[in-house]
């Protein structure tokens, strides 16, 4: 599959770009700009062809965590410009608008590095990482924590299935998925730590602790636009660390 102009760029250009969003949601006041960003996200989204994976991402990711965060900050954070009353709820202005501002910058920080995991692999973000100068035994604790919950879930789901074979109800309810969950803690703790073991002996196979220089045969190039983003990125930043400070 061909990949476009936005997947193309290198993975540390698509990581200062998270990072640029992130710091510059926390550097201008206020919720509109902080929900404006998703739709400039999605945007993004849809020119890179991922529009619809990343939507239901988000989707599936925040939306929850969102709604509890807002009311828990509608209805507890402290003001003195009563809006409403329900029972034993109030709402002030002052809460409506921490609720807002909070989850206006979970929505944008977590938009856009789910936006930077959808459009880069984890291989490639390591090694950008390991070439920009990180050593490879942090590359690889870095690779091990980002790829731990896909490869869990993986084993989960072929327990699962190793279950229904045996004629184990697994589908239903949500007691049901609970009753057939439980049981496969063990395997999974045990699969876990079988497979950390087997990962040790292959990285020892291949000299993995060596004092040498180490090779790839993974490369990773930069363009032209991967050595201009960043700069432009930072002296944004600055125009905006400025504006605050001036105003």
């Known amino acids: ?23 510059s949601v926390l550097i201008i006041p206020g919720f509109i700009f902080s929900f404006l960003v998703f ?11 991922v529009a619809k994976e990343f939507f239901g991402t988000v989707m599936k990711a925040l939306l929850f965590l969102l709604i509890i965060v807002f009311f828990m900050q509608l209805f507890f954070y402290p003001g003195d410009h009563l809006i409403g009353q329900w029972g034993i709820f109030k709402w002030t202005e002052e809460g409506l608008n921490y609720g807002l501002t ?52 993986r084993q989960a789901n072929t327990i699962m299935d190793a279950q229904k074979t045996r004629g184990v109800e697994t589908e239903g309810s949500m007691l049901t998925r609970a009753r057939a969950f439980i049981p496969t803690l063990t395997p999974l703790i045990l699969s876990s730590i079988s497979s950390t073991e087997e990962r040790a002996i292959t ?8 004092p040498t220089k180490k090779t790839s045969l993974h490369k990773l190039t930069k363009s032209t636009a991967d050595r201009i983003l960043p700069f432009i990125y930072l002296i944004i930043l600055l125009g905006m660390v400025l504006w605050r400070i001036l105003t």
């Not at 061909?2 to 969003?21: C, D, E, S, Y």
């Not at 996200?41 to 890179?48: K, P, Q, R, T």
């Not at 910058?105 to 459009?119: H, K, N």
């Open 203 to 210: 990285l020892e196979s291949r000299a993995f602790s060596a």
């Open 39 to 49: 739709p400039m996200l999605l945007l993004i989204a849809v020119a890179a062809g």
């Open 102 to 153: 909070l989850t206006s910058r979970i929505l944008a920080m977590g938009s856009v590095f789910l936006l930077f995991f959808r459009l880069t692999e984890v291989r490639d973000f390591v090694k950008s990482l390991e070439d920009a100068g990180l050593p490879p035994m942090g590359a690889y604790v870095v690779l091990s924590t980002l790829q731990i919950i896909p490869e869990m879930r």
């Open 1 to 23: 599959m061909q990949k476009n102009f936005i997947q193309q760029l290198h993975p540390l250009t698509k990581f200062f770009f998270a990072l640029f969003v992130s710091a």
